[in-house]
Every structure is written in C-alpha cells, then in structure tokens.
C-alpha cells in the first residue's frame, strides 16, 4: 500500500472501527497527517504569528492556529479509528488504548505494538489485510492490492 492507497482509505474509513489495517496503512497515513501538520503550522505562523530575532537565530510563534487547528479536527477521528483497526490487527482490543495515560511505558508499549507485524491469518477482529478477499465476480474487495490475477475454479 502507498501514500494515496492509504490516506484513501483512512479519510473513507474515518469512523470505522472494525476490522483491521496493516502497518504500512496505519504508518503512511501518520506520514501523511504530520507532514501537512507541519506545513499548515508554518503557513498559521507565517499569516498569523510573530517572530523575534536574536542574535545567533530566531524564534517564530503563533497564538491563532487556524489551519492547522482546522486540519487537527479534520483527522482526529480518521487517526483514532486507524490506531484502533492497528490494534486489531495485532490482536488487541480497544481498550489496550487507554494504556497511553501511563506515563512513558503506555506510550513505548503503543508504539511497538502499532510498529509489530499483524496477526498473519484471520484473528477475532477479522481476515488478514495482507491476503486479499475476493467477491462474486472475482474482484477484489479488499485494500490490498495483488497483481496475481484471482482464478476461479469453475
């Protein structure tokens, strides 16, 4: 899956709790929030802000952020719902979510899970995202792109 497959099916499945998303889903889509995160800050900096000079450099600040304010909102549901779908895919349920409140080790623990390999085969929370489904008419249904054409057994 590359950058567009992924923020495609991120932003469409943006309150979809079920199922699963395999890491390169989950990672590119990270990629992709904190990469606009950061332009849209230097835009609110650069309309709204003010900067200070010092001598050996300088320091930029804003108290308006709209843009990317806008953009945060924009996505918080799309980022929730993929670490949730990330966590299913490693077998956890939501709830190991609320493990971020512990101070450092929640998030170390978040973090190696969200950047472990899936469960491979079907797990409680639904098939494998590497190995694509196909329906009645031999498409398929699922993100995963395969280029071995499916063959039926007619």
Known sequence: MNLQQSVRTCLRKYVTFSGRAQRSEYWWFILFVVTVNFALTLLDSALFGSVET??????????????????????LL???????RRLHDVNRSVWWYLIVLIPLI???????WLASKGTVGQNRFGPDPMKPSYDDDGDTQDYSPSR????TND
């Open 148 to 151: 071995i054409p499916h063959v």
């Open 106 to 112: 929640g998030a170390i623990m978040m973090l190696v």
């Open 78 to 84: 799309p980022t929730v719902s993929a670490v949730v």
């Open 54 to 75: 010092y001598g050996s450099g300088f320091s930029a600040t804003t108290d308006t952020p709209v843009f990317s304010g806008i953009f945060n909102l924009l996505v």
